[in-house]
T-cell receptor, first 118, second 110 residues
Framework: DVKVTQSSRYLVKRTGEKVFLECVQDMDHENMFWYRQDPGLGLRLIYFSYDVKMKEKGDIPEGYSVSREKKERFSLILESASTNQTSMYLC?????????????????FGAGSRLTVL | QKEVEQNSGPLSVPEGAIASLNCTYSDRGSQSFFWYRQYSGKSPELIMFIYSNGDKEDGRFTAQLNKASQYVSLLIRDSQPSDSATYLCAAGINDYKLSFGAGTTVTVRA
């Protein structure tokens, strides 16, 4: 069974702390993503990576950074956590459907990391 | 304006009925469309995707796409209590970026 594994299910941190969220996938997918999910706002893309050491900003990258040193691992870093970063963080990986159709991107999500910043 | 809009619900349907979920998107460049299901406390899982105008059926689920109206829908036939979840609509802007709606919560009454 394919898996995207997030290292921490629940975290509680204090304002100003540095936070690392780790994600590992075992599907040999090229693409990896970090989303945050908030009630009423849905899933919002923070960063994504389409290759090792490559990263691209999503819709809400401010206050976050990422690292992808190995294909299977994608880390989200909060350099100085703030209370407005309290959220559910979802990692995902994807492959491109090779059907000849226009760009398709089927995401497999991890279980999520619920971060509370006090 | 959000890129993908969904009615938040909740949508309550009796067991065995058809649940109809709607989604509109603003970017005419969107090329692929996805429906994900998310149970409470769980992560989203793909139900189906659609690229071409018209209907696509997969078991009890039918996705409908109308690019001229920028409209995607999901029909759940013979709704079961196990279908109670939040359904997320997503539009694919390019090979990497998906824009998600906020989701529609469905409750199937036994």
């Amino acid at each position: 069974d394919v898996k995207v594994t997030q290292s921490s299910r629940y975290l509680v941190k204090r304002t100003g702390e540095k936070v690392f969220l780790e994600c590992v996938q075992d599907m040999d997918h090229e693409n990896m993503f970090w989303y945050r999910q908030d009630p009423g706002l849905g899933l919002r893309l923070i960063y994504f990576s389409y290759d090792v050491k490559m990263k691209e900003k999503g819709d809400i990258p401010e206050g976050y950074s990422v690292s992808r040193e190995k294909k299977e691992r994608f880390s989200l870093i909060l350099e100085s956590a703030s209370t407005n970063q309290t959220s559910m963080y979802l990692c995902a990986s994807s492959f491109i459907i090779g059907t000849g159709e226009p760009g398709a991107n089927v995401l497999t999500f991890g279980a999520g990391s619920r971060l509370t910043v006090l | 304006q959000k890129e993908v809009e969904q009615n938040s619900g909740p949508l309550s349907v009796p067991e065995g009925a058809i649940a109809s979920l709607n989604c509109t998107y603003s970017d005419r460049g969107s090329q692929s469309f996805f429906w994900y299901r998310q149970y409470s406390g769980k992560s989203p899982e793909l139900i189906m995707f659609i690229y071409s105008n018209g209907d696509k059926e997969d078991g009890r689920f039918t996705a409908q796409l109308n690019k001229a109206s920028q409209y995607v829908s999901l029909l759940i036939r013979d709704s079961q209590p196990s279908d109670s979840a939040t359904y997320l609509c997503a539009a694919g802007i390019n090979d990497y970026k998906l824009s998600f709606g906020a989701g529609t919560t469905v409750t199937v009454r036994a």
